[in-house]
Each structure stands twice: as C-alpha cells, then as structure tokens.
T-cell receptor, first 116, second 113 residues
Framework: AQSVTQLDSQVPVFEEAPVELRCNYSSSVSVYLFWYVQYPNQGLQLLLKYLSGSTLVKGINGFEAEFNKSQTSFHLRKPSVHISDTAEYFCAVLHFSGAGSYQLTFGKGTKLSVIP | DGGITQSPKYLFRKEGQNVTLSCEQN?????MYWYRQDPGQGLRLIYY???????QKGDIAEGYSVSREKKESFPLTVTSAQKNPTAFYLC????????????FGPGTRLTVT
C-alpha cells in the first residue's frame, strides 16, 4: 500500500521568511505527486503537480516543489511567505490501485502559520 | 461558473438517523469521489465512481452508501451503522479516473449528537 508522510504537523514561520514543507512517499513504481492547500472550512485547491519531466515544479502563489526519486521526496518551498499563506497543506500521491482504478493517497497535512 | 457544489455547508443530526450529503458538478467529469477528513488524519477515501451507475469502495466504506444515477450527481448517505460519523466530508471529481487532477467541493461539516 502507498503511504505519504508529512514530517511536520505544524510549521510556524515569520512573514517574508522562506519555508519548506516536507513530504516523503513510499512507492516502488512511478507515481504522480501533488500538493494541495486548504483554507479553514473550505475544500482543497491544487497548488502544483509532478507528472514527469523537470523535477522542479512551479505552482500557484509562488510555491515550488522538487521531486527527488532517490529520496522519494517531494518537498514544497516558498522563498518568502505572506500572511495569506496561513493554511493547511497536503501532499498526495496518485497510484494505480488495481482493476483499472487509481487512488489518491494523502498525507496527514502540515499547518503553516505565518507570524506577522 | 463550472465547479462542484456541496450542500448544506453544516449539517446536524441525531444519532441513529441516516443522512444524505449532496454533491453536484457541472464540469462534465466522469469520475467522482467522497473523502472524509478528521483533524490530524488527512483525507481518507470513502467511495469513488468512475462512470454513471458504477462505484467502488474506498478505504473506509463501512457505514456509508452512494449512488451514481446521473453523471453530475454523487450523493453520499451516512447510515446509522457508521460508528463515528462526525467529520468534514469532501466531494471531488476528475475528468476521468486515473487522470491527474481532482477538483474539490467546499465540503460539508456533519455533526451527529
């Protein structure tokens, strides 16, 4: 079974400082990787995705992530955070689950708190 | 505007009652999904449907039921057999199962007392 580990449940950071949210996954086959953001009491919004090609992926709101196959990681970064980035961030892996089905497995989330 | 709607936003029920959560999409997507979200647990897949009149159990289907009679609608019923139904429920859709991006609705917060 696939698993996704988000290493930090909460990350506080000062405004305009850089941030990295860590994500590791378990897989022996090719996977597709995603980062979603969730604001309080709302649904999830896609930040970025890795399907193939360049290992550095750029997303919305100035976020980027780097796919590292040897370390099975997909860490999310932003060079300078804003108050509005305060939210919960989820890493997810799309994998083939058999019989023509695909399943998206989520990590448990990282709450980013930006301090003014 | 295309998107996914879930209603109601907040739902309260007494223990022992079945309750149905609505999910509608006008994106013309074939695949639809229901997830349950609990604090600190991430999202867990309840049921998914790849096409009309077909659906499969996810990781935590016990105590839930779904139907997919129309392409745009995928209602979820939380039955009295679900032992801990209080949670935030999210519906999602994708162009087809196996394509890469799922689009999420705003969610329904169900409280059972």
């Amino acid at each position: 079974a696939q698993s996704v580990t988000q290493l930090d449940s909460q990350v506080p950071v000062f405004e305009e400082a850089p941030v990295e949210l860590r994500c590791n996954y378990s897989s022996s086959v090719s996977v597709y990787l995603f980062w979603y953001v969730q604001y309080p009491n709302q649904g999830l919004q896609l930040l970025l995705k890795y399907l193939s090609g360049s290992t550095l992926v750029k997303g919305i709101n100035g976020f980027e992530a780097e796919f590292n196959k040897s370390q099975t990681s997909f860490h999310l970064r932003k060079p300078s955070v804003h108050i509005s980035d305060t939210a919960e961030y989820f890493c997810a892996v799309l994998h083939f689950s058999g019989a023509g089905s695909y399943q998206l497995t989520f990590g448990k989330g990282t709450k980013l708190s930006v301090i003014p | 505007d295309g998107g996914i709607t879930q209603s109601p936003k907040y739902l309260f029920r007494k223990e022992g009652q079945n309750v149905t959560l609505s999910c509608e999409q006008n994106l013309n997507h074939d695949a639809m999904y229901w997830y349950r979200q609990d604090p600190g647990q991430g999202l867990r897949l309840i049921y998914y449907s790849q096409i009309v009149n077909d659906f499969q159990k996810g990781d935590i289907a016990e105590g839930y039921s779904v139907s997919r009679e129309k392409k745009e609608s995928f209602p979820l019923t939380v039955t009295s057999a679900q032992k801990n139904p209080t949670a935030f429920y999210l519906c999602a859709s994708s162009i087809e199962a196996g394509t890469h991006e799922q689009y999420f609705g705003p969610g329904t917060r169900l409280t059972v007392t």
